[in-house]
């Protein structure tokens, strides 16, 4: 790309929601764009702007009302979306503002798909907006099909399996949550759906997925939209090497406790550890920790456990002291590089999107314990559709009880299916690998729309490269 001095022909602002799992792919996408030579700047909140530290890409402030505390400050998520919505459209016009007469205007917004609002403040300014969906090709084109009317809410038993273009049929276990209690989850459930409002608007539409991953699926969904495929947006160290010394994301709402996690995998022997995290927004029952902290002791193998320093209060009395020979229980961790170490067999995960492309990207086998949103639609795939782990089967409470991980684990670990689940990680590393790497489908993808921002050509990602 021609640069002159601090000259950019295109600017991307990208806006992610304020959350890490969202923060996370943003801005990974924002780095990319930069590598590729585009000015990248990074729109966040007051309350976690000063979380994010990137080289090569800018950080500005907006505000979403609630500048002290974020989200904690609202009474709920229906006055935190309004004021969000109000006034970070308008910090985000002041934000377009303030580039207009400088060298590098903004000429497109990379907003969250959870924040359409920002697509209207974009065509205020006359610039080009592209939705970006942090959910799989599979769970984006069910609630596109809630949302056209095409399926009604609440999905009931008999009403499955649910059949959606390119994926295997979902049963009931199958579905987001929030298609079989929409009331539990008002709020959430319009947000997920408000995703589509104006889509049809949108310059261009970007999935953190990759071709190889859900080609079936995404051709189903590009009858309801056109869609570029540009993943998996995780650090460039653990794939493709491009970018230089990216091995973290750049946003942490919490203090990993890297050293010490890493200190304790090299006292361990290779594919030996289970890995146990349930991301950042999943809460267990006290019932719920005591079968995982119970199955975890009684399987023998050694874990890395993370447990929110809120969840601490959750765990079994005596079990950090019966346990610290086998075990080690940590606050947070960098989870790239524990899913990275050779040390790690197995990774027990809630099966939120992030965390699913990590563990695929890596070559990590896994045991899935879903409990809401589209997390139970992302196991089904792991086990299913891809072959690179097991479902454990919750009791009639919605529980996994500690028989049931143990079994999982020793499926995973050493079982006989095992070698088999080994040999899927290690392909579909292989081809995330090659999707991002130079010449590969999302590499493409992205190319594609650099080159239609710079003015250089027609943008060709909108069909399904490959598919």
């Known amino acids: 790309m021609e640069k002159r001095g601090r000259e950019y022909r295109g600017h991307v602002v990208v806006l992610p929601y304020p959350c890490q799992g969202h923060m996370n792919p943003l801005l990974q996408m924002a780095k990319r764009l930069a590598s590729k030579g585009l000015k990248a700047t990074l729109a966040t909140t007051h309350y976690t702007v000063k979380s994010v530290c990137v080289a090569n890409v800018g950080v500005e402030p907006i505000s979403d009302g609630f500048d002290q505390s974020g989200f904690a400050q609202a009474l709920n998520e229906e006055v935190y979306l309004e004021a969000f919505k109000t006034t970070g459209s308008r910090t985000l016009s002041e934000l377009i ?9 903004v000429n497109c917004v990379i907003y969250d798909s959870f924040l359409p609002w920002a697509l209207d403040v974009a065509k205020q300014h006359g610039i080009y907006g592209a939705s970006f969906f942090t959910n799989s090709a599979t769970v984006c084109s069910i609630f596109c099909r809630i949302h056209q009317g095409q399926l009604t809410l609440p999905v009931k038993l008999e009403e499955t399996p649910l059949l959606i273009p390119g994926a295997p049929p979902l049963n009931f276990l199958d579905m987001p949550s929030f298609l079989k209690a929409p009331e539990a989850y008002p709020a959430y459930l319009r947000m997920k759906l408000n995703q589509y409002s104006n889509l049809e608007m949108s ?26 495929l540009i993943g998996p947006m995780i650090p460039s160290a653990y794939l493709d090497g491009r970018i230089e010394d990216d ?19 090299e006292t361990q022997e290779p594919e030996s550890v289970v890995y146990v995290s349930f991301g950042s927004m999943v809460a267990l029952t006290v019932k719920q920790m005591e079968e995982i902290a119970w199955g975890l002791k009684g399987s023998e193998f050694h874990f890395l456990w993370v447990v929110k320093e809120s969840e601490h209060g959750k765990l079994p009395e005596g079990f950090a002291d019966s346990t610290k020979e086998k075990g080690l229980v940590v606050t947070w961790c960098n989870q790239l590089e524990v899913l990275a170490h050779h040390a790690v067999g197995c990774f027990v995960t809630h099966c939120g999107w992030n965390s699913t492309l990590e563990g695929l990207s890596l070559g990590v086998p896994m045991v899935g314990v879903p409990k809401w949103a589209d997390q139970l639609t992302n196991a089904k795939f792991v086990e299913e559709a891809w072959g690179i782990g097991v479902r454990a089967k919750e009791d009639e409470k919605g529980n996994v009880g500690r028989e049931e991980l143990q079994l999982c684990l020793r499926k995973v670990m050493e079982g006989e299916r095992s070698q088999e689940i080994k040999r899927n990680a290690s392909q579909w590393r292989e081809l995330a690998k090659e999707a991002i790497s130079e010449g590969g489908s999302s590499d493409k993808n992205i190319d594609d729309f650099v080159g239609h921002l710079l003015g250089g050509k027609e943008i060709e990602g909108r069909v399904l490269n490959g598919c």
């Open 97 to 105: 503002k303030k580039f207009e007469n400088s060298t590098s205007p």
């Open 247 to 265: 091995r973290g994301y750049g946003a942490s709402l919490w203090k990993p406790l890297s050293n010490e996690c890493m200190k304790w995998l």
């Open 203 to 228: 310059d261009w539409v970007l999935g953190n997925t990759f071709e190889e991953l859900e080609c079936e699926v995404a051709k189903g969904v590009s009858e309801l939209w056109p869609g570029m």
